[in-house]
């Protein structure tokens, strides 16, 4: 095997896929990256047994074959190479080494055979949907914090995505919670694929995906599904991963409907106001206490070992008094994600689901938050 | 020999000044403590002897010349053994078969926690009569602070310890030995040296040449592996420390260094700190014979969880890091964590992710030990808050307040689950 590639291109490549592969492993070859030279291209490979990732870059090929390499040291080493130099890389004087050469340097890298390098097999996936980049990262960044870290509930370990029927239209959904908070978000310009089951798309996958359509404008990004894996394919990228094997919970039941205590708040001055008190607000509960009266809302804290704040905003509510407690991060991250002037917040009592969610008409995004007791 | 000069002390029995003579002129006692420093030293620590033998001695006086055994069951360990017993070499911490080899004709008792722990609970209580800086190490020892008590008590901490280890002999029935010194690490060395029913005073000016002669695993915190380390190095005893250079300590062992500079010279700095906040909650238990099944394994880890959420809810906590903790029969410890997305002090939520730890374990391995705990503490108003799509949290949270009800009503054994229906593995309780 030997081939010739530019170094910057070499990275980039590198740079796209390196992170899937984990750092501390049993499995020696899981910290190894393929390489394949084929044609007039070189294809990068690393995978975690749930997550592979693989990418093909222009390079002036000698002979072509496999091989695979360690992925950080090998990385580490072209980082290291000036920019815009070449780099050569070809068989050493046995098949269990590569030699790595660019201007006057020269590295020589112990293999592993990639024969033994494991192969996330997703051929067979029917069902294939074209998504603008922006959307879905968009998306993912509306999901992407409340999705459960616990592993007991792995069900709930990533994002449920799936297609439902609203109105006239069939459109594609996101839904990720942790039972504190729950984000939806919908696709509305985006038809669901006939048939397509609900899949569970994994906190690890949803990271890399959002990393891959970074910067990609409106580039369409293709899904392609089965009831068991997902690929993903930008540009010369490729992503594959496992979807996890679970029943997602019924979220509707979840979602109030009607709760009628509304308040429209201004999103940015009500996010920093949080903010602000959230300061005196213990690091482990975070809790923060909502008052509101027709008019205006009443932002405090009091905690027994910091002190207490307390702000007051104008907003339109003309509801009964309610005290209600939210852990702020959690509101934060609600007030972040929402890109309206103002948000509309729907109240039922203290102890009961509260929903957020843009005020303008057709928001595609809902989020329901748990009170707290305070 | 001129009163200046004579080292103050006093009777130990009858609380009078020493004199000059082996015996207490006032009431002819021989029990006499003098040191220098008596009168202005303040930290102590109060030890029980030989505490559970002891409690069962005074329960039923025909034990009190026998050689007395406390330990659990077929293959436990000896828990206590009485000051009889130690003649024949057997010791706390051998094991039951070994010991019984020592010492044949010994009385060997299983350990009843509830009694020791009630007598313990009356020792401790009488601890903060004197003063209210008084430190727990377990259920039979303790630090003390004496410092600024002499106006309220009208006479020093060292004679206030005295009438105190005499009225423990009065109205609860057993001994204790007293160290009395200028820091924690002192008065506990202090309170070995002179067992049992001793009193031992340790100053600051003694303590290098008192230390000296003794190896480095004599410090708190120093076992075997850094030892060996030490010894190495060429830090066998104490007093090789000594004379070793406090910067050379620290560039070689860090913190912990500049730590045994200190120590090796009697010098700490730890004050009494009653009531230390707990970092996590935990119970364990060693079986009688080994088990390598599910299904014991899961009895027992239930009966623990139900423990250890029952001292969570009693002292208003809650934890969201569960540990799984296993020996294996050739004594190899596994632990195994995982963290919730909330915390909680709930029997079943503690047990339903333990029970998941404990699954990936169980592969024919036999265990000899089994124990879970909850660390990550929050106040107990954290504890399980609804939860958005697990409902079964509240149903949970309702039930178990329910048997607690029950439970403090009728008794812990008044309502049990189906779980322990056909009983949890005995073996010899323990933990923290």
């Keep these: 095997m030997k081939l010739t590639i530019a170094r910057d291109e070499l990275l ?41 990732a693989t990418t093909r870059l222009p390079a002036s090929v000698g002979s072509t074959g496999e091989t695979t390499l360690p992925a950080v040291t090998f990385t580490d080493f072209v980082k290291k190479l000036p920019a815009g130099a070449d780099v050569t890389i070809e068989t050493g004087k046995t098949e269990s080494q590569m030699v790595i050469k660019s201007g006057r340097s020269k590295a020589t890298l112990l293999t592993q055979p990639s024969s033994d390098f494991p192969d996330l ?69 985006i038809a669901a694929p006939a048939g397509m089951p609900g899949i569970i798309i994994p906190r690890k996958t949803v990271a890399e995906i959002s990393r891959l359509t970074k910067g990609r404008g409106k580039e369409l990004i293709k899904l392609q599904i089965s009831a068991t894996k997902l690929k993903v394919t930008t540009g010369t990228t490729v992503l594959a991963s496992k979807l996890i094997d679970g029943t997602f919970p019924d979220y509707t039941r979840v979602v109030p409907q009607g709760n009628n205590l509304v308040a429209i708040i201004d999103r940015v001055d009500f996010a920093a ?102 | 020999m001129a009163g200046a000069t004579r080292v103050p002390g006093f009777c130990r029995d009858c609380l009078a000044d020493a004199g000059d003579g ?46 007395l055994i406390i330990g659990g069951g077929t293959r436990g360990v000896v828990s206590t053994c009485c000051y009889i017993a130690r003649i024949s070499g057997v010791r706390s911490a051998m094991p039951m078969f070994k010991a019984k080899a020592l010492c044949p004709n010994a009385v060997v008792l299983k350990p009843d926690m509830a009694k020791y722990a009630a007598v313990g609970r009356q020792v401790r209580a009488m601890m903060q009569s004197l003063t209210p800086l008084v430190e727990p190490l377990s259920i039979d020892e303790a630090f003390l602070d004496l410092t600024g008590t002499g106006r309220l008590h009208g006479m020093s901490p060292a004679r206030v310890l005295a009438r105190f280890a005499a009225a423990v002999e009065t109205d609860i029935g057993i001994t204790v030995s007293v160290g009395l010194a200028a820091n924690k690490f002192l008065a506990k060395t202090a309170s070995e040296l002179d067992k049992p029913r001793g009193y031992s005073v340790l100053g600051l000016e003694e303590a290098p040449a008192f230390l ?37 300590l620290a560039r070689r062992y860090g913190a912990e260094g500049l730590r045994l500079w200190r120590l090796a010279r009697g010098i700490d700095a730890r004050s009494v700190t009653p009531d230390r906040e707990a970092k996590s909650v935990s119970s364990e238990t060693t079986f009688d014979t080994d088990i390598r099944d599910l299904r014991p394994l899961e009895q027992t880890l239930y009966a623990l969880c139900e423990k250890v959420s029952a001292r969570m809810k009693q002292a208003d906590l809650s934890g969201r890091s569960v540990t799984l903790k296993l020996k294996t029969a050739d004594f190899r410890l596994r632990t195994r964590s995982r963290g919730l997305d909330s915390p909680t002090h709930l029997a079943a939520r503690l047990y339903a992710t333990a029970h998941d730890l404990l699954l990936k374990e169980v592969d024919g391995t036999p265990f000899r030990l089994i124990g879970v705990g909850l660390s990550d503490l929050s106040p107990g108003s954290d504890a399980d808050p609804a939860d958005l799509v697990d409902t079964s949290t509240q149903r949970i949270k309702a039930t178990e307040t329910a048997m607690d009800a029950v439970r403090a009503k009728f008794g812990a054994a008044a309502v049990k689950r189906g779980i322990l229906l056909d009983g949890p593995v005995r073996g010899k309780p323990s933990g923290r």
């Excluded at chain 1, 190894?32 to 030279?37: I, K, P, T, W």
């Excluded at chain 1, 922006?134 to 409340?146: G, R």
């Excluded at chain 1, 804290?301 to 104008?314: C, F, L, R, W, Y």
């Excluded at chain 2, 002819?28 to 030293?41: A, Y």
């Design chain 2, 212 to 248: 000296a002669p003794r190896p480095v695993t004599f410090i708190w915190g120093v076992g075997p592996a850094f030892g060996g380390k030490l010894a190495r190095d060429g830090f066998k005893l104490i007093g090789d420390l000594q004379r070793a250079d406090e910067k050379d």
């Design chain 2, 22 to 67: 082996p015996r207490c002129a006032a009431c002819g006692s021989p029990r006499l403590v003098r040191h220098p420093r008596i009168d202005e030293l303040s930290v102590a620590h109060v030890d029980c002897d030989a505490f559970y033998a002891a409690v069962e001695k005074r329960d039923n006086p025909a034990l009190a010349d026998v050689p």
């Design chain 1, 12 to 52: 980039f490549g590198l740079d796209r896929i390196v992170r899937i592969v984990e750092r501390r492993n049993t499995i020696p070859i899981l910290a190894n990256v393929r390489l394949a030279a084929l044609g007039d291209a070189l294809e990068l490979s690393a995978t975690d047994l749930d997550l592979q």
């Design chain 1, 121 to 189: 097999n997703v051929a067979d996936c029917p069902w294939e949907v074209e998504i603008p980049a922006t959307v879905l990262s968009q998306m993912f960044e509306k999901l992407a914090f409340a999705i459960s870290t616990e592993e007991a509930r792995y069900y709930l370990n990533g994002i449920y995505f799936h297609g439902l029927q609203l109105g006239e239209k069939r459109i594609l959904r996101g839904v990720a919670t942790d039972g504190h908070r729950l984000s939806q978000h919908d696709l509305v310009d």
């Design chain 1, 273 to 374: 106001a949080v903010d602000r008190v959230a300061t005196m607000s213990s690091e482990r509960s975070r809790a923060v206490k909502f008052s509101f009266k027709p008019g205006r809302v009443e932002i405090s804290v009091t905690s027994p070992d910091m002190g207490s704040a307390i702000e007051e905003m104008d907003v339109d509510y003309d509801g009964d008094s309610i005290d209600i407690g939210f852990n702020a991060n959690y509101a934060l991250d609600i007030l972040g994600a929402t890109e309206s002037d103002n948000i509309r917040v729907a109240m039922a009592d203290a102890g009961s689901p509260t929903t957020f969610q843009a005020s303008t008409d057709g928001a595609p995004s809902l989020f329901v938050l748990m009170p707290m007791r305070v």
